[in-house]
Each structure stands twice: as C-alpha cells, then as structure tokens.
C-alpha cells in the first residue's frame, strides 16, 4: 500500500463512520468540524494547539471552529490559568449531560455494521463481521496513543 492509497482508504471510512452515525446536528457539520469536536471530546481541556496537532488542521481553521462550536453551545472555553496565552477547550456541560442520557447513548454506539456492508457492496453478515473485527484491530492499534 503506498501514501495514496492510505489516504483514499481513510477518506472513505471517514464517510462510512459519517453514514453510521445517528441522523442528529453533529452530522450537518462539516467533517473537519466534527473530526474538531470529537478531539475535544476525547481531549477535554486541551489547548487549541494541542487540537491543532492531534487533528493536522492549520491552527486558524481549529480555532474558527472552536469559535463557532461555542457559538452554538457544543463547547465552553476558557483561559488557562497558568499560560493565559492558552485557550483550553472542553464539551459544554449541557452536552455531556445529553450524551450521558442512555437513548442519545445508544445512537451514538450504533452499529457500522449496515454502512461498512453497503460500503463494500455485500449482504453476507460474517463478511461484515470479518470487515469490522478487521477495523478495530487497526483502530486499536492506531488510537492507542
């Protein structure tokens, strides 16, 4: 496999992981958008350029999207106490509450499963199995660190 092919490969799973997720506001958001909040998620208080280099965006373009997650109350920031040139950035309160509700929950851990097998064009559910296992072993690899 060459770079090329690599980065054709996450692009398309960038759009079956988009077509998996739950018909909600987090998918009317562009793709750098979402990749921008999901770091956050993951990474609460971090600083923009802590965002900035987990995610390869230009800074400019993290903190544009910062700005307006908070504008539309998916995140909060706030200056870092010991480097008040820092912006830190964490999910709004009222989010994770929503998160924690166990129905939002449930759509959130919903299976690829439909969209990998329409992805890959097949029916057969031990081919999706294979394909998925497949996937978490590289994600768990990969998102390790």
Request: glycine content about 6%.
């Amino acid at each position: 496999m060459n770079g090329l092919k690599l980065f054709l490969l996450g692009r398309k799973l960038m759009k079956v992981g988009q077509e998996a997720m739950p018909r909600s506001g987090f998918r009317r958001l562009p793709a750098s958008a979402q990749s921008i909040i999901v770091d956050v998620f993951e990474h609460p208080h971090s600083s923009i350029g802590e965002i900035t280099t987990r995610t390869g965006f230009p800074q400019s373009h993290v903190s544009t999207s910062v700005a307006r997650l908070q504008k539309a109350g998916a995140v909060v920031t706030e200056v870092d106490k010991g480097d008040r040139r820092r912006t830190l950035v964490m999910p709004a309160p009222a989010v994770v509450d929503a998160l924690a509700s166990t129905e939002l929950a449930a759509q959130v851990s919903a299976s690829i499963d439909a969209a990998l097998a329409k992805a890959v064009g097949t029916s057969d559910p031990l081919r999706v199995k294979e394909l998925v296992a497949a996937l978490e072993t590289l994600a768990a690899e990969l998102l390790s660190s």
